[in-house]
């Protein structure tokens, strides 16, 4: 738009007051301040501006074009940049959030979850108050804390893939010959009868009972795992902004989100219950020692579960989120050089979603507080903590569940699984027969085969019993009761 100045007094009085240049009675941006902010516009890919310091850069590109570098800026202004879109990242993020402030078109096509707050709220008005009231208390907790002391460090988002097909230098998806096949010895096996996960202090890798949406619910009216552990670590929302659905093959691992909350009660009896001073040591890259595995269960399998190519699913999507691609060498040496083919070339991806083929697709989110481009630093010492993974709202049966998570720790070389049953009748006896199957020293595949032989039957109606009264001998059984 061109304006005549000589036709506008007003306009003459505010020019040294506006961004603009004035050539032949026309006020103009400078060709070069379009172009960057064309740039700006098309995306941190195409501008390069990526971090709080790359756009002050560009700020102070379209002063210099503007002819405005002798009103110089405050000095500390470059550093508030900085802190503002580097080190408040999911704060700033998860603000936007708050208000609504995200694109939503096209999200479900492109199999994202919800990331706005807006049902949240709709949800609050609509009858679930309780519950949902304290969902938001938690969110609001969050909010108060960084405004009076702004957390430092990271947060890494890590997209797990097991390729369908070989990819060199990979561990790729394994098929069941891989499983009865395997000499791997059983690792150790803790059952809590009480407590939670979220509060173990043995440094474990703690499973998210999750959707294959990651959050679940937890910005709709979801109340359970999953969704409660978002609220109470809120920086955990981040990733369903940029994170599709996970396919069979996937599993997606966080480390170093911040607990924020306490809370007590579980589903519409969940209450905020204040706030919740996160102790956990800090790793090397700046993260709170929290790791997280995402796993979504198979949800109401019913009697489907049982066969052969489902239990498959459930043992790799468990084995895609506790496996460390960097131990891939000695899986080499011990299994692979043989020449055994342990892929699945079934296509079990789910919404013909694409694999990622390459480690570098696979860790394509390093997200949080600030952005850093380090890989996630595993220690060999770093378990499993989990429970009742894939059951309860999900239908599964706990059994065989418990029994798979061990598997595929065992087989991802874990030093331990810590269970928490939560009082879960089926499990009373989990402790004792986990005790009875070390004691005789089964490996991964002895095991597996014995829970495919039980499957099989119980699929078939040749038994109608529980996976443990299947497996014990009589004798075992007897002392399990004198036990009780």
């Not at 938690?138 to 988002?157: D, E």
């Not at 797990?160 to 150790?188: D, E, H, M, R």
């Not at 440094?203 to 979801?222: P, Q, R, T």
């Not at 009748?425 to 005790?435: D, F, G, I, Q």
Request: charged letters at 20%; aromatic letters at 12%; glycine letters at 6%.
């Amino acid at each position: 738009m061109e304006i005549e100045i000589e036709s506008r007094e007003d306009l003459k009085s505010i020019l040294p007051f506006l961004p603009l240049l004035l050539r032949s009675s026309t006020l103009f941006w400078p060709s070069q301040v379009v172009e960057t902010l064309k740039s700006m516009a098309a995306g941190p890919d195409h501008s390069g501006v990526n971090s709080g310091e790359a756009l002050f850069h560009s700020i102070s590109n379209i002063r210099n074009s503007l002819s405005l570098p002798n009103q110089r800026l405050a000095s500390s202004s470059q550093h508030g940049y900085v802190l503002f879109f580097d080190k408040e990242l999911i704060g700033a993020l998860l603000a936007c959030a708050f208000f609504c402030l995200f694109p939503v078109i096209d999200r479900r096509v492109q199999n994202l979850p919800t990331i706005n707050f807006d049902y949240l709220f709709a949800i609050l008005y609509d009858g679930r108050s309780k519950m949902q009231e304290n969902k938001i208390r938690c969110l609001v907790h969050y909010f108060r804390r960084i405004c009076s002391s702004i957390p430092v460090g990271f947060v890494s988002f890590e997209r797990k893939v097991l390729p369908l097909n070989n990819c060199a230098g990979y561990f790729c998806c394994p098929k069941a010959n891989f499983w009865i096949n395997s000499t791997i010895p059983l690792c150790q096996f803790r059952v809590k009868d009480s407590g939670l996960i979220e509060d173990q202090t043995f440094g474990a890798l703690e499973v998210d009972f999750a959707n294959e949406y990651l959050g679940g619910g937890a910005l709709h009216s979801g109340c359970v795992q999953e969704e409660i552990r978002f609220m109470i670590n809120p920086e955990l929302i981040t990733g369903m902004l940029f994170l599709p659905a996970m396919a069979d093959n996937e599993a997606i691992e966080i480390v170093g989100a911040e607990r924020f909350s306490n809370y007590t009660g579980y589903a519409f009896n969940f209450c905020f219950a204040g706030n919740h001073e996160d102790k956990r040591e800090i790793d090397s890259l700046g993260r709170h020692k929290t790791f997280i595995t995402a796993i979504d269960a198979l949800c109401s399998p019913g009697m489907r579960q049982y066969r052969l190519e489902f239990l498959l699913r459930e043992v790799n999507k468990a084995f895609c989120g506790f496996f460390d691609q960097s131990k891939y060498d000695h899986y080499k040496s011990q299994f692979l050089e043989s020449g055994e083919d342990v892929t699945d070339h079934t296509d079990t991806s789910r919404n013909n979603l694409p694999v990622h083929e390459s480690i570098s697709d696979a860790r394509e989110n390093y997200f949080g507080r600030s952005l850093t481009p380090e890989c996630l630093d595993h220690k060999d010492d770093i378990g499993i903590a989990t429970g009742n993974w894939g059951c309860g709202a999900f239908g599964g049966d706990p059994q065989v569940k418990s029994i798979i998570q061990w598997l595929a720790a065992s087989q991802a070389l874990r030093p331990f699984v810590m269970y928490y049953t939560i009082g879960t009748r089926p499990l009373h006896h989990l402790e004792k027969v986990s005790e009875w199957i070390l004691a005789h020293k089964w490996t991964v595949g002895d095991l597996w085969s014995m829970l495919v032989e039980y499957c099989s039957q119980i699929s078939n109606g040749q038994t109608h019993v529980g996976f443990f009264d299947w497996l014990l001998p009589a004798s075992s059984k007897t002392n399990l009761c004198c036990l009780s």
